[in-house]
């Protein structure tokens, strides 16, 4: 009885903080990333959609962040047709992690 009373302690916990991160992701992508990619992810004239964004459905929590953080400009710019490079952006590690995973888990819902 004990086992099961501790299992399910356990599996609230991790609900919790999943929530948590996601929430700290959306709050952090609506302050800093939906001035140019849309407060849902569509796009504007200075930044592509995320909704739907192949890099973003295709690569994983690490190669996104990487992106937020490092930005792209140069040889790696990926959408000339917008007229500003994807700056770096000066966030924390873990605050760039949550923000990938919202951008990979709920905003493609």
């Known amino acids: 009885m004990r086992k099961i009373f501790w299992l399910s302690v356990?599996?609230?916990?991790?609900?919790?903080?999943e929530n948590a991160i996601a929430a700290e992701?959306?709050?952090t992508?609506?302050?800093?990333?939906a001035a140019c990619h849309g407060q849902k992810g569509e796009g504007s004239p200075i930044g592509p959609a995320l909704k739907g964004n192949e890099f973003i459905k295709n690569s994983?929590?690490?190669?996104?962040?990487?992106?937020i953080l490092k930005g792209r400009s140069g040889k790696d710019r990926k959408y000339p047709n917008l007229p500003a490079d994807m700056p770096a952006q000066?966030?924390?590690?873990?605050?760039?992690?949550?923000?990938?995973?919202?951008?990979?888990?709920?905003?493609?819902?």
Do not use: P
């Open 60 to 67: 994983d929590i690490a190669a996104i962040k990487q992106v």
């Open 25 to 27: 992701g959306k709050a």
């Open 10 to 17: 356990v599996v609230i916990v991790i609900a919790f903080a």
């Open 29 to 33: 992508f609506t302050n800093v990333c």
């Open 90 to 109: 000066a966030l924390s590690d873990a605050d760039a992690e949550a923000v990938a995973n919202y951008e990979k888990n709920d905003l493609q819902k």
